[in-house]
């Protein structure tokens, strides 16, 4: 009977951090006021408007809060001509931007993105491109469809990749049905349609 109990517990115990690791934490009210756009966001995207938001948490650690802003045509996944459009993290901790770098390319394979060659080259790539951050930075990317991502920090602009394949698999770590964050994804997608 102590070993079934024991085992329930623990059951339990992974199920309620697995909820709170995949719920969505924060997001906009139906009928709430929508922010605008900030400017560099704006400029890159003209006519954006918030889709949605929420918030990562790993192992209850608050990592970032993630926005994701739209264009006129919202968020097309499944089309050739997919829209741009922009994601918005603002980190609630410090992290080290070989960290996050590598991160970023263990949720591209997860996500089944790239070949196991793109996703070395990618990753040497955003190893020189995405800096350490700090407690309230915001990094962002723009997704230019057929084209690739342009990165900014703190609103100004820090890197461009023009490989197409890349921005697929780098956006796909949040919006792809494969997504470790499954809350976080129906969150940002929650308005996203045109």
């Known amino acids: 009977m102590r070993r079934w109990r024991a085992r329930l517990v623990v ?17 906009a009210e139906p009928g709430a006021a929508m922010p605008a756009a900030p400017d560099y966001i704006a400029q890159a995207l003209p006519g954006a ?14 990592i970032y809060s993630a926005r994701l802003w739209v264009g006129p045509f919202g968020y097309l996944p499944q089309t050739p001509d997919a829209a741009p459009f922009v994601l918005e993290l603002r980190y609630a901790r410090d992290l080290d931007g070989h960290r996050i770098a590598q991160a970023s390319a263990e949720q ?26 700090r407690a309230g930075d915001t990094l962002a990317g723009l997704y230019a469809p057929g084209q690739g991502a342009r ?33 976080l994804r129906t969150a940002l997608l929650r308005d996203a349609a045109p």
């Open 151 to 183: 990165f900014y920090l703190n609103g100004k602009a820090l890197a461009e990749l023009p490989d197409a394949g890349f921005a697929q698999a780098f956006f796909a770590i949040w919006l792809s049905p494969r997504t470790s964050a499954a809350g």
């Open 108 to 133: 591209m394979a997860h996500v089944g993105a790239g070949t196991e060659a793109q996703r070395q080259a990618w990753l040497a790539w955003m190893r020189r491109a995405f800096p350490d951050v």
């Open 49 to 62: 408007r918030l889709a949605g938001q929420g918030d990562y948490r790993w192992l209850l650690l608050a």
């Open 11 to 27: 059951a339990l115990k992974v199920a309620l951090m697995a909820a709170l690791i995949a719920a969505p934490l924060a997001y």
